[in-house]
């Protein structure tokens, strides 16, 4: 589910491009030094997206040099830990949570297992991520139950289970600061993009499997192809884009707006025409969508 | 606040510089582009701000004797979302509806339309413009299509079908552009009308 969010990298400045991974680090370094290492396997680039946008309204963007697992030898330069960035961890370790849930409930055999494993160990910092945001922590039970009862009825809507798990992105910045009301809307329309996209890139998968997908449903597809409804789908999610850039220009970065403005101008909807073409990857092509 | 730091240029900048920074802000945040937002308060203060910034500048520079070929500048601040009059069975309910929506109490729209039972075409229009306020674009659109069908001769419903169904939808938002510079080919355009307009018939 999560992954979607990320800039076009060839229309980054280099110095942009250094400092969305500087970003990536510090919160990475953030998850690790409040909830634990083994947190950080879960590290996705819709929280990225969080942290970046939360620290573009801080005062002070401090940075600095630290080593990880994954760099030993070299220190890399990272964002801070800051209250944004806080946030964001918090976030991304509650979300990966209910992830694990979600999988361990839905799935079966091997994969059930792994989930409830891998819940098991990272049960400390979840427990601990649950207490610097409960109301985040409780939203986000509400939603999924919300959600997994609309996957249960098979609604035929896009907007309806779109709007529940968009509430849950909505709840990650609320009462954060004083632009809560701009963030919450634009983090509401990434949301609906984010789970849409999500259902558009499934589609093939889901017909085959007969899961639940609000595409096939909605436009009752009769194949296993997102072509005859490719237009219309490119619509509804552009204005969802559109909404959330919006909400956007309303805000006053200090910095980072470069970024920021790739990823809703340019990032997200090449994402869009990728998936709707049916040439993105998330895992196969990494390095061809400018992923760390 | 430095009406140069709200339109982003250096007190040093031309009169021209101004003016485009000016004009690409007011097209950012054009109420157009807020229509049946949750948020056109917000951006009705930011054009203010905008427009006062550009006022200050233009008569610290005329008053400076810095030259300045006067070109007045339009003030966008018209927003009007309100809807207009029906009459029909549920006309006062419906009143009661379009006040939600105008006020921005979606909630309470939402819950007024859910107790009609008897849906005609303008129930579908008013769920159109709650579905759009919350930001589900495809139900707003299956809406607004069904109070279409039902009522093809409506003009504010054809209306509001148009701006969900075009590209204008997303306003001020280019995606896969970048999105503050107006090519070059555009600038010259409305340069060569302003001059028409002005300087009568080159």
Known sequence: MFGFVRPLRGELKVREWERFQSVYCGLCHTIRSRYGLLQTVLHSYDCTYLALVLCALEEDGKSCKKRCIMHPFRRRTCAAESDGMRRAAAVSVILAWHKLEDTAHDERGFKRFGARTLQFLLRRGYRKAARDLPDFDAC??????????LERQKVASLARPADAFARILRAAVAEYSTDSRVLEEMFYHTGRWIYLIDACDDVAQDFASGSY????????????SIEPVKEDMNHTLLQSLAASYHAYVLLRPYRDAGIIENILCQGLPEVTRQVLNGT???????NRHGSL | MDPY????VSPSASDDEVKRAYRDLARKYHPDNYVDNPLADLAKEKMQEINDAYDVIMKQRQNGGASSNGQGHNHQGGYSGSYGGYSGTNASIYNQVRNAINVGNIGMAEELLSRISQRDAEWHYLRSAVCYRKGWFDEAMQEINQACTMAPNNMEYRRMQNMLSNNSAYGGYRPMQQNDALDCCT???CLNCLCNCCGGGF
């Open chain 1, 140 to 149: 986000t039970r509400v939603c999924l139950d919300e959600l997994e009862q």
């Open chain 1, 213 to 224: 997908n609000p595409v096939i449903l909605r436009w009752r597809l009769t194949q296993p």
């Open chain 1, 280 to 286: 993105f990857t998330n895992y196969g092509g990494k």
């Open chain 2, 5 to 8: 730091k709200v339109l982003g």
């Open chain 2, 187 to 189: 600038q010259m355009l």
